[in-house]
């Protein structure tokens, strides 16, 4: 039963984690259509930025878990994109603890939070849209936070219209974190000074976990 239990789950995660590729593919395509008759060159480049995410997603299909840098560095392929084609009117920076970088996370669970954050940030944030996400490890707990200037856009409200078509969103994030790291994670949203944070934490990783995930 406890074997059965686990490859349920297993199936599970990896179900939620392929809904979200589609939604991913469909955004960056509609974002090289809109560049191609304006600039070939950086339409290329988006190509090749798209390409290196699908390799990501090809190379890490076998995994649940995957280093953090390792997510890091897929995010920095969308937001090359998102930068050629929106240019000034988006910065991106990053803080990211180098012990952090080798923590287990399960792969594509950060993606929806940042496209998300560029999506609403440039309906509802003055220009340049400025996105903030640092991560850090404190006593096996480790903290992640995207923040994006602009306001938060109720929940029910943001799930449908951002999601309506695929049936994934900030939904999926809260039902992989509780399916992978029961009564051990921390997932909150909320407004302030003019920012919208999502904060992520998971506490006390097993040692296997992190042995696997590296």
Same mark, same amino acid.
């Given at each position: ?7 349920? @789950? %297993? ?47 090809? %190379? ?21 994109? @998102?930068?050629?084609?929106?240019? %000034? ?5 990053? %803080? ?27 309906? *509802? ?6 996105? $903030? ?9 480790? *903290? ?23 049936? *994934? ?15 051990? $994670? ?10 919208? $944070?999502? @904060? ?9 976990? $992190?042995?696997?995930?590296?």
């Amino acid at each position: 039963m406890e074997k059965a239990n686990s490859l349920a @789950q %297993d199936a599970q995660l990896q179900m939620l984690r392929y809904q979200l590729n589609p939604h991913f593919l469909f955004n960056s395509m509609n974002s090289i259509r809109a560049l191609i008759d304006e600039d070939e060159t950086k339409a290329r480049e988006m190509i090749t930025e798209l390409s290196e995410f699908l390799r990501y997603s090809l %190379d890490s299909k076998d995994y649940s878990n995957v280093p953090l840098k390792n997510e890091i560095e897929a995010i920095q392929h969308y937001f090359a994109i @998102q930068k050629k084609r929106y240019e %000034d009117k988006l910065e991106v920076t990053y %803080d990211i603890n180098p012990q952090a970088g080798d923590y287990p996370v399960l792969s594509f669970l950060i993606h929806p939070l940042v496209e998300n954050a560029v999506k609403y940030g440039m309906r *509802t944030s003055p220009m340049p849209l400025t996105i $903030h996400l640092k991560a850090k490890t404190s006593e096996g707990v480790l *903290t992640i936070e995207v923040c994006n200037t602009g306001k938060w856009v109720e929940s029910a409200q943001q799930e449908k219209q951002m999601y309506a078509s695929t049936g *994934t969103g900030l939904d999926n994030v809260r039902r992989r974190l509780e399916n992978a790291f029961p009564y051990r $994670h921390r997932f909150e949203v909320f407004e302030k000074e003019g920012k919208v $944070h999502v @904060q992520l934490e998971i506490r006390g990783y097993a040692g296997e976990e $992190h042995e696997k995930a590296v």
